[in-house]
């Protein structure tokens, strides 16, 4: 199988290196220091920009292509570029390919779900996204199905939790606080490399939707004095959502950040048959652990 990873980054990078053991991986990215990460990790890369046709004829002809874009945290505005534009052409230019790729997966966010007060979503749970930012997101799950199946490309949309892994611990966060209420959905990042790659390996999720979260939404007090016990400090002090919304200098995304709670299930995935590396961040939080305490 031949493979194009678009956005090929923090998910992207790792997805190329569990794949390019048995399968050719093609990494695009638009910038210099991106092509040269892709090439630092062993991958085939390709400088192209996933909102232009005429730069995405540079990437080859693929079997599956996995839409990893990121938008680097800007605006709705970006993530538009990004996510719709940029999903919507470079469907539009794989089709018209006389070997049109097999597969589309798009990297989605559990944020589309908007807020549910603590209670549990899954699949089949309506969307109700909160910022402009999240729409977007959701705008972008339906040109990965409905636009890709109209051009005969099976697509399927992996809503990923929250990313950590190498480089992205953020241990101080929890260890300094204060720590406001609510829970943490998460996926270690070798994890959601490793469900795209089961996805294309497996034919699993066609036309489908699979969130990519571990086994346990964390309590954020539990999660941060669990982190704080392991790592030999003193408990973070905490705040409730009412004392954090009082705060009158609280960004509205923040603001909404905060007001949004959810706890995500992973039972397709695991009724699927994908194995979890980390299923709890008790396992995947120990190597950065280890680090900070110089085991």
Known sequence: MRVAILGCGYVGLELGRQLSADHDVVGVRRSDSGVA?????????VQADVTDPVDLEQVPDVDAVV????????????AREIYVDGLRTTVEQFAAREN????????????????HDGDWVDEETPLDPTTEKTEVLAEAERIATELAGANGIDGTVARFAGLYGPDRYRLERYLEGPVTAGYLNMVHRDDAAGVVRFLLETDRGRDDVVLVVDDEPAPKWEFADWLAAECGVT????????????????????RRRV?????????????????LSFPTYREGYRAAIEAYRGD
């Not at 990460?37 to 890369?45: R, T």
């Not at 049109?100 to 807020?115: A, E």
């Not at 408990?235 to 923040?254: N, Q």
Request: glycine share 10%; net charge negative; proline share 4%.
């Open 259 to 275: 007001e949004t709670s959810k706890r995500c299930s992973n039972d397709r995935l695991q009724e699927w048959g994908y194995d």
């Open 100 to 115: 049109t790729p097999d597969r589309l997966v798009y990297t989605s966010s559990t944020g589309v779900y908007g807020d």
């Open 235 to 254: 408990e973070p002090a905490k705040r409730t959502k009412a004392e954090r919304l009082a705060d009158e200098a609280l960004s509205p995304a923040a």
């Open 37 to 45: 990460a892709i090439e630092s990790a062993g991958l085939e890369a």
């Open 67 to 78: 839409f990893a874009a990121s938008s680097g945290g800007r605006g709705a505005e970006a």
